[in-house]
């Protein structure tokens, strides 16, 4: 068994260049989730792996075929876009019945009426209806096969064209925002659906998507991307918690990461707003201390952060400060039931476990941390 392997891609479009050099390696079987902001080059790396673009530069390997020269039809792979891409005049059953029919029957076989009364057909037609009805049945389409995609919800459209994606059992799966299109809910039943599709198929699988909560709950792997590169492919804990740059790390989560002007000595001890915090760092100059909110805790010494504003979110509390001598806004996540730590007066200083902290240097890469106590505040 063999993945998913590009290798160095580049891509322009008119004088800018759209992929830089990106390299993906999807094992046979796995699932990556590529994230990142609109226009950041998702959509044409995806479609260059179909081979409906072709690249400037790079390869393309899909299950151990070199297949960078191949058109779309010779790579064996199913594609699933945002729009549905049915045919309207076709049924369900029809609609994924097309890549069944292109590829195991021939030009004349295909025939309305004629191609019935050639040898075989019938049998052919019959192993063809029988893996689209078990396709149909696998994602509830079983009572609409008859029906037009006019006939069908939004939600039902996208799992006839889910369908007609497995049906043939290709050797990979690419999927661009197939979810957009639907509503939060069914987006959120969808997804599961995707995922259970993906281990029951066990088919290598690129999935494109902006919505980092769909990558982080979907993946075994999520690739970040920003201007025709990728950042960071690391599991979904790894590049929330430990991510090794600053742009993934402020991509990465929500609500976003909190981020604090530092500066480390020649000695490496990093401060804050002239304050030492705790810590040394692999480096010197100008650095970045990121924090999740979940990370920080109100501490009750020292007033140095306002609070802004408490949203309750019923599992948890998002507490907005202010910081007064960094200036910068700060979120803190709190458990419900940790409000009663914030004092009446509204001003907090803030603590965090050294072990959170990550830093990353004046070029946005992440340093090593070296923690001279457990805990540090900020004051
Ligand atoms: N055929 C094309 N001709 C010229 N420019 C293009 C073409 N296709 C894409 N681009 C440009 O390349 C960049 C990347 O586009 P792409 O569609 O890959 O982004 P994306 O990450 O999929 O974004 P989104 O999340 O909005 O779908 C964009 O700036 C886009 O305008
Ligand atoms: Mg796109």
């Known amino acids: 068994m063999h993945g998913i392997s590009v290798e160095g891609l ?15 390696h999807v094992a046979a079987g796995e699932f990556v989730a590529l994230v990142g902001p609109s226009g950041c080059g998702k959509s044409t790396l995806l479609r260059c792996i179909a081979g409906i673009e072709q690249p400037d530069a790079g390869s393309i390997r899909i299950g151990g075929r070199e297949v960078t020269r191949l058109r779309p039809s010779g790579r064996d792979v199913a594609m699933v876009f945002q729009s549905y891409a049915l045919y309207p005049h076709l049924t369900v059953e029809e609609n994924i019945a097309v890549p069944l029919a292109m590829r195991r029957l021939n030009a004349a076989q295909r025939l309305p009426f004629l191609g019935t009364l050639l040898p075989g057909t019938r049998a052919a037609r019959d192993t063809i209806m029988r893996d689209v009805r078990q396709a149909a049945e696998s994602l509830g389409l079983g009572p609409m096969l008859s029906r037009r995609p006019g006939q069908l919800s939004g939600g039902q459209r996208q799992r006839v064209a889910l369908a007609r994606a497995i049906v043939r059992h290709p050797a990979a799966f690419l999927m661009d925002e197939p979810l957009s299109n639907l509503d939060a ?23 494109v998507t902006h919505d ?36 993934v790390a402020t991509f ?16 490496g001890v990093l401060r804050v707003a002239g304050q030492a915090v705790g810590m040394r760092v692999a480096g010197s100059g100008a650095m970045t201390l990121a924090l999740r909110p979940e ?32 200036g910068t806004p700060l ?21 965090f476990p050294i072990a959170r902290a990550l830093v990353f240097d004046g070029a946005g890469k992440r340093v090593a941390v070296h923690a001279l106590s457990p805990e540090a505040s900020l004051v």
């Open 185 to 207: 809910s069914l987006r959120v039943q969808t997804r599961r659906e995707i995922v259970a599709i993906h281990k029951a198929a066990g088919v290598s699988t690129v999935y």
């Open 10 to 24: 580049s891509k322009d479009f008119g004088g800018t260049q759209v992929l830089r050099g990106v390299s993906l």
């Open 252 to 267: 990465i989560g929500s609500p976003r990461i909190n981020t604090l002007a530092a500066e480390a000595g020649a000695d």
């Open 212 to 247: 980092q909560s769909e990558a982080l709950t979907m993946a075994d792997r999520v690739a970040v991307m920003q201007a025709g590169e990728i950042l960071q492919i690391a599991s979904p804990t790894e590049v929330y918690a430990d991510p090794q740059d600053l742009r």
């Open 295 to 326: 990370d920080m805790q109100p501490a009750v010494a020292g007033l140095s952060a306002a609070v802004e504003g408490v949203e309750f979110l019923g599992e948890s509390l998002l507490v907005h400060l202010r910081h007064a001598s960094l």
């Open 331 to 351: 979120v803190l996540r709190l458990a419900p039931e940790d409000r009663d730590t914030l004092p009446p007066e509204g001003k907090v200083a803030l603590r």
